[in-house]
């Protein structure tokens, strides 16, 4: 498989204006291959409804905790902010991608911008 594919996929999915926006907000980053990987997820999490918003399966302090997921915080700053301690920071992410169906942190940020951020952008 080539190196170009995730690429090609992710023009696919956005099309060209929406990759390039994704490609420039995603340089803030330190690999241009996560650019690529969120704007392929930003754009899974669009495709869901907007009903999905509104009856989200997480509690206000999960809400509260992914909202910081996407503003790029560590478990230890999350804590540190929501006055926690790591460890139920580290649980309340586990509930979180156990609810969401999802694997990794940058899911649970990419799915909380498209449903929850006003802009459908990260801050």
């Known amino acids: 498989m080539s190196t170009a594919s995730p690429v090609i996929s992710a023009v696919e999915a956005l099309g060209p204006t929406a990759f390039e926006k994704a490609i420039a907000e995603g340089s803030q980053y330190d690999s241009p291959a996560w650019a690529v990987e969120f704007a392929l997820m930003a754009s899974a999490a669009a495709g869901q409804s907007a009903s999905a918003a509104t009856s989200s399966p997480l509690t ?45 942190r940058a899911r649970v940020a990419a799915w909380w911008v498209a449903n929850h951020h006003p802009s459908g952008t990260i801050p």
Not at 65 to 79: H, K, W
């Open 60 to 104: 206000p302090r999960e809400k509260e905790v992914a909202a910081l997921v996407a503003e790029g915080m560590s478990n230890r700053q999350i804590a540190s902010a929501l006055d926690l301690s790591p460890r139920t920071v580290d649980r309340h992410i586990e509930h979180i991608l156990a609810k969401l169906g999802f694997r990794s």
